[in-house]
């Protein structure tokens, strides 16, 4: 069984940080690429950061790159999305998403993604 819990969301003013955590339970963790997606209200999931089974890659999406940073901690079973200089348009639930298969390539790709978490709210006022 496979469980994503997502934490640290919240309001900021704009410029400001928010750290998102998720925390994973299940199985070999350590061998999934793991992504962060968001969605604001009346708009599609869109893509924001993801990274691989290792740790050694990753990407973003051009609205977040420069601002956004995502990491893993393989030993706590956790995948960060480290926030910086937030804007308003940064507002949506944000979401993390377990990779389909062990050892899969990084996706853009909603569908290349198995498992979600319920998501956590970030608020950016202007």
């Known amino acids: 069984q496979v469980q994503l819990v997502e934490s640290g969301g919240g309001l900021v003013q704009a410029g400001g940080s928010l750290r998102l955590s998720c925390s994973a339970s299940?199985?070999?963790?350590?061998?999934?690429?793991m992504g962060w997606f968001r969605q604001a209200p009346g708009k599609e999931r869109e893509f924001v950061a993801d990274?691989?089974?290792?740790?050694?890659?990753?990407f973003y999406a051009s609205s977040v790159k420069g601002r956004f940073t995502i990491s893993r901690d393989n030993a706590k079973n956790t995948v960060y999305l480290q926030m910086n200089s937030l804007k308003p348009e940064d507002t949506a639930v944000y979401y993390c998403?377990?990779?389909?298969?062990?050892?899969?390539?990084?996706?853009?790709?909603?569908?290349?993604?198995?498992?979600w978490g319920q998501g956590t709210q970030v608020t950016v006022s202007s």
């Open positions: 990274i691989s089974w290792s740790g050694g890659y990753t």
């Open positions: 998403a377990r990779h389909t298969s062990r050892f899969g390539a990084i996706s853009t790709n909603v569908e290349a993604y198995e498992y």
């Open positions: 299940g199985p070999i963790f350590s061998t999934y690429a």
